[in-house]
């Protein structure tokens, strides 16, 4: 009765601020920033025109994570064609999956975040590390190769957070209220005096628990579900001059989470920590340069207690020489990972590497990138990858794009060093190694209707497995398997009117292993979203949807969730706004049933969440 109660005054809530946006409402333009959506910089570590990069390159924006209240990295990226966010049992990592593939590099600021201790999948990066939303100017998706620019993890792409520089005088309250027990408190500041700006955000969140829908229908409470977070960010800007300016940044996040379903009501603790100092040069010229010292720590406590704490050291210069621009640097990055209950402590990695890339103005129509990238790794040695891209521009509203690149992903600590009672690491492992190519089309029909096409396939030998060994009775880690991917993207995004805009995809994998068929979280995936803007009001329907599943792995073979959220400006400093993400309360997964367990990890039901933006 409570919980019905609760549902009725949040949908009087949500009434209510349509009917006064209605009200109000007149003609608007859809507002948005054609540089900051158009200019992106983490597929050539540098600036470039979207339409002359040979790259599939997805940009959420400031104004799309404001509109739609997402509470997190995870659930913007989420809503991009090809990308899968799997978080494990709900209180599990964040780990991207992009074009079927774990191996991802995170970074904000183009600060590297994957560690080098790992995780039992492919992934080495967990976003629920990232300790804000509301600090963020843009996140960039590039699919495809990477390890050419960034060496280790980038072979299903690379995702650059690019966060704000502070300016504007302003103090920023976001607080809200949901079910589930979930309360959420934000508050950012922002300014500039002088030479200095500063972006600062602290935050609390806490759950109770969650509910979901069961294979019976009824609403099943998940035992031990709930969590308490606190967050601290701090972007700290010194300009020198025009082409000179120091940055420092620092991120915390705690985290306390129950594991769910466990009889003893026990918890995981999450303690990150990363940080960085970037002196930046050559800021008025089209190649820019930096010098970053960067750290970064994370402590778990999961049934045990295991950490990572490492350094690194990274330069980049580039230089426009005619009608070439040339970017050059080099990375040294050491860590330390500790795993005592499962048989390893202090055991050091050391990396570093050297890159170079040419982007080529062939002419007006044509631009070749060709690029060489070098890695040294303590335990396997030096890793060579190259790459080549091509883009043809035969209209300003038409390019043609292909790329290949070889990839690689270094074993972890985890990988090489773990052993307990049931599971065994293997020092002399080989990294993941291979290729991934892509070729697309783009064709802007108008400046409200822009169509991206593209296929891609990969090949990765001596993939790292955990194998059973029926003799040992042990888990072995080994290289053993060739994994073959292939895949096409398919996204249109336009504008009906000045008040209504949409965005549809379409995304098909198939993964292989050995030449065996394996099941996939979404072998075939489709995002579809309608925006609606009319002065102080705005909503947003989105969905996101699955099918081709393994039932016998997911529990269902398709899926189809629709989230919608609504806003209303009361006044020119508070937004009020509300959201219900599974609308139609379905049951689903993006985890395959643990194999040692035979439990599946639903993820949570209809949810409302009511709250408030207020600026002063």
Known sequence: MQRDLKKMVLASLALGMLYSGTAVCQ??????????????????????????????????????????????????????????????????????????????VIMIDGQRLNNDQGSMGRASANLGMIPSVKNIERIEVVKGAGSALYGSDAVGGVVNIITKKGSMAETTLDMNIGSFGTHNLELSNQGSEGDWSWFATAGLQERDYYRYKG?????????????????????????????????????????????????????????????????????????QGFLRYGVNYKSTDYQGKYDTHSHSLEYQNGWQ??????????EWRKSSSTNKQSGYE????????????????????????????????????????????????????????????????????????????????????KPESGHVETVGVTHEFSEKAILDVNYFWSDIDDAIKWVYNPVTFLTDAKNVSNE?????????????????????????ISSKTDDKQVSYYEPNGYRLGVHYKCDRWKANLMGRF????????YGRNHYAIWDFNTSYKAT?????????????????????????????????????????????
Do not use: C
């Open 215 to 287: 294979d019976n229908g009824e609403d099943v409470r998940r035992n031990n579900s709930g969590y308490n977070k606190k967050s601290l960010y701090l972007r700290l800007d010194k300009k020198f001059t025009d082409s000179d300016s120091l940055r420092l940044m620092f991120t915390h996040r705690q985290a306390d989470a129950g594991i769910q379903e466990d009889a003893l009501l026990r918890h995981q603790d999450h303690n990150y920590n990363y940080g960085s100092i970037t002196y930046i040069f050559k800021e008025n010229q089209p190649v």
């Open 27 to 104: 003609a608007e333009a859809v507002a948005q920033d054609d540089d900051i959506v158009d200019v992106v910089v983490t597929a050539e570590r540098m600036p470039s025109s979207r339409m002359s990069t040979p790259a599939d390159v997805t940009v959420i924006t400031a104004e799309q994570i404001e509109d739609n209240h997402y509470s997190d990295v995870a659930e913007a990226l989420t809503h991009v064609n090809g990308v899968v966010v799997n978080n494990g049992n709900s209180n599990g990592d964040q780990e991207v999956v992009i074009n079927g593939d774990q191996r991802v």
């Open 346 to 429: 202090d055991k050091d990695i050391t990396t570093y590497g050297l890159f170079v890339q040419d982007t080529i103005k062939l002419d007006d129509q044509w631009t070749f990138v060709p690029g060489l990238r070098m890695d040294h790794h303590d335990a396997f040695g030096t890793h060579w990858s190259p790459k080549a891209a091509l883009n043809y521009q035969p209209t300003k509203q038409t390019r043609l794009y292909a790329s290949w690149g070889k990839v690689f992903k270094a074993p972890t600590a985890d990988d090489m060093f773990y052993t307990d009672a049931w599971m065994k690491g293997n020092p002399n492992l």
């Open 321 to 330: 020489l005619g009608n070439h621009k040339i970017v050059a640097g080099g």
């Open 484 to 508: 073959k991917k292939q895949g096409i993207n398919i996204s249109l995004n336009g504008a009906l009117s000045d008040r209504w805009s949409y965005e549809a995809g379409y995304s098909y």
């Open 572 to 616: 020119d400093n508070i937004d009020i706004y509300f959201k219900i993400n599974n609308i139609t309360n379905q049951v689903y997964y993006v985890v395959p049933k643990s194999t040692y367990t035979g439990f599946y990890y639903p993820l949570q039901g209809r949810t409302f969440i009511v709250g408030a933006n207020i600026k002063f």
């Open 546 to 553: 699955g099918s081709g599943l393994d039932d016998s792995a």
